[in-house]
């Protein structure tokens, strides 16, 4: 059965802003470290951004270079799901997004991800 369902995806104007939302029915997303990565056409799937648990309900967020100051993740347990805001989107923010979760911290050079959303696809138009 699925683990985590993205769900927001889909056509937006640049420059306007949209939220990615992910959620399970299978798993408590507090407990874990979670992420959302991205992958364009010919392209390896790429980091966006993290909120790694550091303990109980305390988090530590990391982003990319091209997501800081533009992307936002966030959490919001009591509903179990992790949010991905977009703002300012251009082109090459394109692709399919995905919502990740692991036992291990998550980030730019910590890729090894336990369980993947099927992917929601964010496409920009100028």
């Known amino acids: 059965q699925v683990d985590l369902v993205e769900s927001g995806g889909g056509l937006v104007q640049a420059g306007n802003s949209l939220s990615l939302s992910c959620t399970s029915s299978g798993r408590t997303l507090g407990r874990y470290h979670m992420g959302w990565f991205r992958q364009a056409p010919g392209k390896e799937r790429e980091f966006v951004a993290s909120?790694?648990?550091?303990?109980?309900?305390?988090?530590?967020?990391t982003y990319s270079d091209f997501a800081k100051g533009r992307f936002a993740i966030s959490r919001h347990n009591a509903e179990n799901t992790v949010m991905l805001e977009m703002h300012s989107p251009t082109l090459e923010d394109t692709g399919v997004y995905y919502c990740?979760?692991?036992?291990?911290?998550?980030?730019?050079?910590?890729?090894?991800?336990?369980?993947w959303g099927q992917g929601t696809q964010v496409t920009v138009a100028s």
């Open positions: 909120s790694n648990r550091i303990g109980g309900n305390v988090y530590r967020t």
């Open positions: 990740a979760a692991s036992s291990s911290p998550l980030g730019e050079a910590l890729p090894d991800v336990d369980y």
